[in-house]
């Protein structure tokens, strides 16, 4: 929850954060983007390092580290700090990310962990319904900055709380560190056409959502005309979408092979696409025509969320933190270029956003049909 509690909790704050620093709009996405690129680049530390050290150490590390970067952030005098600082928060944040993916590979074969994982997704999908609501609520009532010193305390929570976890990383399983070790890890990944088939196919599919997150001020203020209190109504009924799919993804996990739940998972979402293009095409922009696709797609995002994620990090079972750390890397590369290239370019009209939105989904469709020609028919 470290990650969308970072990423929307402050987008209320928007208007003066940019007035307080004398910023425009694009420039203080930015502050998203750099966190987002900052989040990707150390996956690629984090995911090795848990191999060798553990996973319980790299959380606790990555949350330490974490919040004195939101007392940074809360604490910055300009808009260069503050881009620091979030940086830095995005170094931090992506520890916990990557070494939870590989506990629970660690502790469950291969269908309760996709059990476990779509109820990680459950709790992970109340974090973008609280966090713009709490965010908003903390700005009106103290200013901006306190949304920083709540992440701080927020990050002090859970590192009290990591003391009582059990490490799942056997020391007879631990693997090098040393760079030669670790870059012939990742280039066996990066060789692997299947893993980057569906790391991408994951990535490119969240894009289509991560665009009407990152992009959320300019649907609220813009494309609906709301003002700071109103991100509850794009965010609670989408994680009330992300919740359902997760609970059916659980529920059908010892029902269906991931391959059959994955295919449904994408006929829901192309069908919210569509249903995107013909509102956007012919009807009047309102909470309902704008919010309703997307809970839709987002419900069909988190049936297959998963399967897939599981899928992935099974091509490497010996190295599976070096490989949450790829699959890390690549959704946030995504993520990251949706914030600071998709977003800008798009925001200047709700169409461009829905077009955007096909495009990711054109791309995920196309990464799929390769991705599942190369798995056993039995997955």
């Not at 750099?34 to 530390?45: E, K, M, N, P, Q």
């Amino acid at each position: 929850m470290v990650g969308p509690f970072t990423i929307d909790a402050y987008l209320p704050s928007f208007p003066d954060i940019e007035a307080d620093f004398g910023v425009s709009r694009a420039m203080l996405s930015q502050s998203l983007a750099v966190y987002l690129v900052a989040f990707a680049i150390s996956t690629l530390l984090w995911g090795p390092l848990s191999d060798r050290i553990g996973r319980r150490l790299v959380i606790m590390a990555s949350l330490l580290l974490y919040s004195l970067a939101s007392i940074g952030c809360a604490m910055a005098d300009d808009s260069n700090s503050f881009m620091l600082f979030r940086v830095l928060q995005g170094f931090a944040a992506s520890g916990g990310f990557i070494a939870s993916r590989a506990m629970i590979r660690d502790a469950h074969d291969a269908q309760a962990a996709h059990r476990a994982m779509a109820h990680v997704t459950l709790l992970f999908a109340v974090a973008p319904a609280i966090a713009p609501v709490l965010g908003a609520w903390l700005h009106d009532l103290f200013g901006w900055r306190s949304v920083f010193w709540f992440l701080t305390v927020f990050g002090g929570c859970l590192l009290i709380m990591t003391v009582f976890i059990e490490e799942t990383h056997a020391v007879s399983r631990r693997s090098s560190i040393r760079p030669r070790s670790v870059i012939a890890v990742y280039a066996r990944t990066l060789m692997h056409r299947q893993f980057i088939a569906m790391t991408f196919c994951l990535a490119f599919s969240f894009a289509g959502a991560f665009l009407y997150i990152a992009g959320a001020p300019s649907v609220i203020y813009d494309f609906l005309g709301l003002g700071t209190n109103d991100f509850g109504k794009q965010f609670i009924p989408m994680v009330g979408g992300l919740m359902l799919g997760a609970y059916v993804s659980s529920r059908l996990a010892h029902r269906w092979p991931p391959r059959r739940i994955i295919i449904t998972g994408f006929n829901i979402m192309s069908l919210a696409v569509v249903i995107n293009l013909l509102q956007v095409s012919y009807l009047q922009a309102s909470v309902l025509t704008i919010v309703g696709p997307l809970v839709m797609y987002v419900f069909g995002l988190a049936m297959l969320m998963p399967a897939m994620t599981i899928l992935a990090l099974d091509c490497f079972p010996d190295n599976r933190g070096a490989a949450a750390s790829m699959q890390g890397f690549f959704q946030m590369s995504v993520n990251a270029a949706v914030a600071s290239i998709a977003v800008p370019l798009l925001h200047t009209s709700s169409q461009h956003f829905v077009l955007g939105q096909l495009a990711f989904m054109f791309m995920a469709l196309l990464l799929w049909s390769f991705a599942k020609f190369r798995t056993q028919p039995t997955i």
